[in-house]
């Protein structure tokens, strides 16, 4: 049985790559040479970050020290990325799998988001489940703070994307941009706009992606144009803003002119089964993975 990565993400200083993968295992890479890291002592003695379960997310803390980790069975580990060693072991974070995770601005609380459909903020000190959002019907498949660290932004199957108070915990808005008829369409992945704030990018399992504001209004739409196997799996957006990418279930790699809207170019990425994208912190350079095990690095 081979194994591929579930969850990649580039380090807060671009110097590295860290990869979750589906039998538990997490790695840190040179980007460059695609090899492991073997200044890392643990990972040259073959003894690597390991979970019980599948790794379904993973977030680097903004100073780097720390890696944070979510498995399968609703763990969350975080690991000191030089040494390899868990520095927080929350053992029951979640009822299931955490679909998302991601370190405040300060580096003291975790946000993650799960398939027992609840969002929860952890204290990195306590190890405790400091505060917990309810709401969403389904699983919850993107979490994020706000720049600010005011907000919670959230994404879930129940097709809408919601805005919380990161203080109180209480719902502020419910969006649902692209729910049809008694069909609620999943939403894979949200994020905030880095060119403005106050607008986020919503990817949903559709062959539309869609720009939205704070007030609940579509801005633009972004579309592959492509009826079958079209709809987007994951998206991701360039450091500045002027680029959004977003990879479909045909293996393609979408690249939308976030100015103009236009579709000014697609790639094929993968043969099969493409299961997320992510962009470098600062460099032209992204990583697309995919469920045959293969991870590979662009410059669109």
């Known amino acids: 049985m081979k194994s591929h990565a579930e969850c990649v993400r580039f380090s807060p200083d671009g110097m590295c790559l860290a990869t979750g993968s589906v039998d538990g295992i997490i790695e840190i890479w040179n980007y460059l040479t695609g090899k492991l890291r073997k200044d890392l002592k643990y990972q040259a003695q073959e003894q690597p970050m390991m979970m019980d379960s599948a790794v379904l997310a993973i977030a680097f803390s903004r100073d780097m020290e720390l890696l944070a980790s979510g498995d399968q069975n609703g763990k969350i580990f975080v690991w000191k990325v030089q040494t390899g060693v868990t520095v927080r072991r929350l053992e029951a974070a979640h009822s ?61 199957s129940d097709g809408s994307v919601r805005l919380w108070s990161a203080k109180s ?114 460099q032209n350079v992204m990583a697309t993975y995919a469920a045959d095990g293969i991870l590979k690095l662009w410059r669109p």
Request: net charge neutral; proline share 3%.
């Open 96 to 156: 299931k799998g955490v679909a998302s995770l991601e370190f405040s601005r300060d580096n003291t609380q975790i946000l993650s988001g799960s398939f027992d459909y609840t969002i929860k903020i952890h204290g990195m000190k306590s190890g405790k489940s400091l505060k917990e959002f309810r709401g969403h019907s389904s699983f919850v498949n993107d979490v994020h703070f706000s720049a600010d660290g005011q907000f919670v932004i959230s994404a879930g």
């Open 169 to 282: 915990g209480e719902c502020q808005h419910t969006f649902k941009p692209l729910t049809t008829v008694g069909v609620e369409v999943p939403i894979n992945s949200v994020h905030i706009h880095p060119k403005n704030p106050e607008q986020f990018i919503i990817c949903n399992r559709t062959n539309t992606m869609v720009i939205m504001n704070l007030q609940g209004q579509i801005v633009r739409y972004l579309t592959s144009g492509k009826r079958d196997k079209g709809d987007f799996i994951c998206s991701t957006t360039s450091p500045r803003g002027d680029w959004i990418y977003a990879v479909a279930e045909d293996g393609v790699m979408y690249c939308f002119n976030a100015v103009s809207e236009k579709l000014e170019r697609t790639l094929t990425v993968h043969e099969k089964d493409v299961i997320g994208v992510c962009h470098h912190p600062f």
